[in-house]
């Protein structure tokens, strides 16, 4: 009987220490976290507010974990307990989290009650692993890094201004050797035909042959007359057309990085173009809502800035002066940035940006030309009368499923018996459309 008994209770004693064992196992399975896991968690959640390698509005987190067990003897489970609830943490008197408090502003972090352990522990393994493991091209110091091909730039693949100005000169000295053959040319045959020219012939000046001779000086005479009005009529024709117009900006903002590469939409700064007559200057805050986080561009985009002689990474503290921030907090000493207009109509000339953007659907690059291609904006289109009414003209008004036109397009479609009509037919060439 105490055999049976001593086999059964033995018999427990393994099976618990088996699982206890296995839940032991699955314990520390559950703390080995996942780097690529954790880089998604970090940047939904922890990116707002820190980076890994600078402080920001949270201290910087790389290898937070190894610091603070170095530094103030703290483990997983005080990151933990901050982590998901960082103000009761101060209130229950713990002395770090109340000295963090003060370092930063007491301003208290925001709590992630719902993070799991799981969860926590692959955000901390990310802070914790080399950044050229999970991405060689993240820095050029990387083992594995791969320096960007360089498109365009320089005398490769173009022809050098020496090559072209050397292939002028060398055709205007044939062009002169050229002459002189002809003239010697003349000169054997007149000997041969036993032609002789005077000595006052051949002394003569040029300006005297031409004075002499009355339908070569009128010809000319009305060669340049015409040749002076068109040049007179093309000068007043662009007195406040400013095609072209290509400012530097106080702040270089490259709407081929912002528009082309990372596929902002033009009414996401300019969200008054939607409601307003003006598109409108976005403001700062604008800008912060991505820049707060990204102070810094990637090593193949700065390479790309070097091509147009632009330092992305001083524009972005550029940025930082002008709204105050000094990279934790906004110190409140903001300062304008003195934007250089590129589009302006005259005062007599009324356009509304929302009438064309959001009634007739108009897209910004009908306008303003390729934007998301334009390292530097610059004023695409002439902005005249002229070509403003030759769109009208040729332009189809997009009625289907707009109750705006629904009625006037009856009427309209019935006056001129067709299907479709433009602006124009519309009353887009109606003076008081636009001077009033």
């Known amino acids: 009987m105490k055999q049976v008994i001593y086999r059964n209770l033995t018999s427990r004693i393994l099976s618990l220490g088996f699982v206890l064992l296995l839940t032991l196992s699955t314990s520390l399975i559950a703390q080995e976290g996942d780097p690529a896991n954790g880089k998604s968690l970090f940047n939904t959640n922890c990116a707002a507010c820190h980076k890994l390698d600078k402080d920001m509005t949270g201290p910087k987190l790389r290898n937070i974990e190894a610091r603070l067990a170095d530094e103030q003897g703290l483990d997983r489970e005080w990151l933990s307990a901050w982590i998901r609830n960082s103000s009761a943490l101060i209130k229950s008197g713990d002395a770090y989290a109340n000295k963090v408090f003060k370092e930063w502003n007491n301003v208290p972090m925001t709590p992630f009650a719902t993070l799991t352990d799981q969860d926590i522990s692959d955000i901390l393994a990310y802070t914790a692993v080399d950044p050229c493991e ?20 320089g005398s490769e693949g173009g022809i050098s201004d020496d090559l072209i100005l050397g292939a002028l000169a060398l055709l205007f000295a044939l062009l002169a050797m050229a002459l002189i053959l002809v ?4 000169d054997r045959f007149a000997e041969a035909k036993g032609i ?12 005297k042959a031409f004075v002499e001779n009355q339908f070569l000086v009128l ?23 400013d095609q072209g117009y290509e400012p530097v900006q106080p702040i270089h903002y490259s709407h081929r990085i912002h528009a082309g590469d990372n596929g ?18 976005p403001s700062l805050n604008v800008c912060m809502n991505c820049h707060k986080s990204i102070s810094e561009v990637a090593p193949s985009t700065l390479a790309e800035g070097k091509e147009f002689g632009v330092d992305y ?8 002066e002008a709204v105050g921030w000094d990279g934790k907090t906004f110190t409140g000493n903001a300062k304008p940035v003195k934007w250089i207009r590129v589009h302006n109509l005259p005062d007599f000339a009324y356009f509304n940006h929302s009438q064309h953007v959001s009634v007739a659907g108009i897209e910004c690059q009908t306008c303003h ?3 998301e291609e334009m390292e530097i904006m610059y004023q695409h289109a ?52 636009c001077h009033y």
Not at 183 to 186: A, D, F, I, V
Not at 196 to 207: H, T
Not at 267 to 278: D, F, G, N
Not at 313 to 320: F, G, R, S, W
């Open 183 to 186: 003239k010697r040319t003349l």
């Open 219 to 241: 010809v000319t005479a009305i060669f340049f007359l015409l040749t002076s009005g068109y040049f007179a009529y093309g000068y007043f024709m662009q007195v406040g057309v």
């Open 134 to 153: 999970l991405n060689p091209q993240s820095s050029p110091d990387c083992p594995g890094y791969i320096a960007p091909p360089t498109e365009g730039g």
């Open 196 to 207: 002789e020219i005077s000595e006052d012939e051949q002394r003569k000046p040029l300006w």
């Open 313 to 320: 990474n001083a524009e972005i503290q550029k940025l930082y």
């Open 264 to 281: 902002i939409d033009c009414k996401y700064c300019h969200s008054s173009a939607r409601v307003s007559k003006t598109s409108g200057i």
């Open 382 to 433: 002439p902005l005249t009368m002229g070509w403003c009414i030759n769109c009208h003209r040729e332009t189809d008004v997009k009625v289907k499923d707009n109750g705006y036109y629904t009625k006037i397009h009856e009427e309209l479609s019935k006056k001129y018996g067709v299907e479709k009509l433009t602006a124009a037919q519309m009353g887009g060439l109606e003076c008081g459309k």
């Open 369 to 371: 030309g390729p934007v």
